[in-house]
Antibody, heavy 119, light 107 residues
């Protein structure tokens, strides 16, 4: 069965960077686009961008351009999201999500990684 | 940016009753509208994609309708496990955006 397993919770100081991983299994890693979505405490969902695991190509919304980098390691079927210059506003649960093959929806999600930014 | 507006923010429903959730887009997203369910401490779960297609394993009491700018998620005969927050999501305009969510709570 399809599984997306994310790395554990992180605590960072303002100005630091964080890298979250998402290890996949149960399907062909390079066959599906990969997205990252975050959710601040008590808030809604915010899309952060995507990576094409086959080519490594990425696309980020303007809000995160310059601060986010998405990469992948096809040898271990794992995707990564790095966010730099952290502030308290980046405190959130970060989710990886697989894009469905027949459309633009997210059919499988990781369990989420809590990133807390505090001095 | 396409703004997705969900209503109501909170919906109080008794078990066994019907719930109707709305999602409005600030401009047309055609049929590129999807619905997710999220329970506390859990990741979102895909319910409906392409406005009206149920995802794998989703019970028939969940249905979606609409196109363009107006969409509806209907849950007939609410079960205890259906009390959660529901989000709509558009993947037509750039960037993708989500609604702010509708919380379905027990009346």
């Amino acid at each position: 069965q399809v599984q997306l397993v994310q790395s554990g919770a992180e605590m960072k100081k303002p100005g630091a960077s964080v890298r979250v991983s998402c290890k996949t299994s149960g399907y062909t890693f390079t066959g599906y686009y990969f997205h990252w979505v975050r959710q601040a405490p008590g808030q809604g969902l915010q899309w952060m961008g995507y990576i094409n695991p086959n080519s490594g190509g990425t696309n980020y919304p303007q809000k995160f351009q310059g601060r986010v980098t998405m990469t992948r390691d096809t040898s271990i079927a794992t995707a990564y999201m790095e966010l730099t210059s952290l502030t308290s506003d980046d405190t959130a649960v970060y989710y990886c999500a697989r894009e469905g093959l027949s459309g633009s929806y997210f059919d499988y999600w990781g369990q989420g990684t809590l990133v807390t930014v505090s001095s | 940016e396409i703004v997705m507006t969900q209503s109501p923010a909170t919906l109080s429903v008794s078990p066994g009753e019907r719930a109707t959730l709305s999602c409005r887009a600030s401009q047309s997203v055609r049929m590129n509208l999807h619905w997710y369910q999220q329970k506390p401490g859990q990741a979102p779960r895909l319910l409906i994609y392409g406005a009206s297609t149920r995802a794998t394993g989703i019970p028939a009491r969940f249905s979606g309708s609409g196109s363009g700018t107006e969409f509806t998620l209907t849950i007939t005969s609410l079960q205890s496990e259906d009390f959660a927050v529901y989000y709509c999501h558009q993947f037509y305009g750039w960037p993708q955006t989500f609604g702010q969510g509708t919380k379905v709570e027990i009346k």
